[in-house]
């Protein structure tokens, strides 16, 4: 298991954008809309990672809630896997509660999984698994 990306939940994408730029002069850059999702993403593909600065559409989506209570900054941590429904048996079988019974259909098309931060030491984590 690697880590896959790390999403950064955030409120303005466009100055966020320029200081990751500034970082990562060589990274590419693009950008995904989930409606469904409410959010927004750029999505930053570096060597060997990638980040998602992921900006809320309205103030009923998830991201937005949580913008209100921490502000800007690490939203999860995502892991790439080979079977993410072998991977979620496995975890829920230890007591992790998973946020979802199956997985769906995330950003660039992987099938997705979050287990509930009260289980995992307050950190939000994801299993991704590619297409």
Known sequence: MII???GIAVQD??????FYRLLFPKAE????SMPEADMEMLIIRC????????KPLSDNSPISKFLEKNGDGVH???FRVD????????????GIRLLTEKP???AEGYQVCFMHPKD??????????GI
């Open 83 to 94: 079977d993410i429904e072998e991977t979620m048996k496995r975890v829920s079988s230890e």
């Open 29 to 32: 850059f693009y950008k995904e």
């Open 47 to 54: 060597e060997g990672y990638k980040i998602e600065l992921i």
């Open 4 to 6: 896959e990306h790390i």
């Open 120 to 129: 995992t030491y307050n950190v939000l984590y994801e299993f991704c698994q």
């Open 13 to 18: 994408l466009e100055p966020v954008e320029r």
């Open 104 to 106: 769906y259909t995330g």
């Open 76 to 78: 999860h941590i995502a």
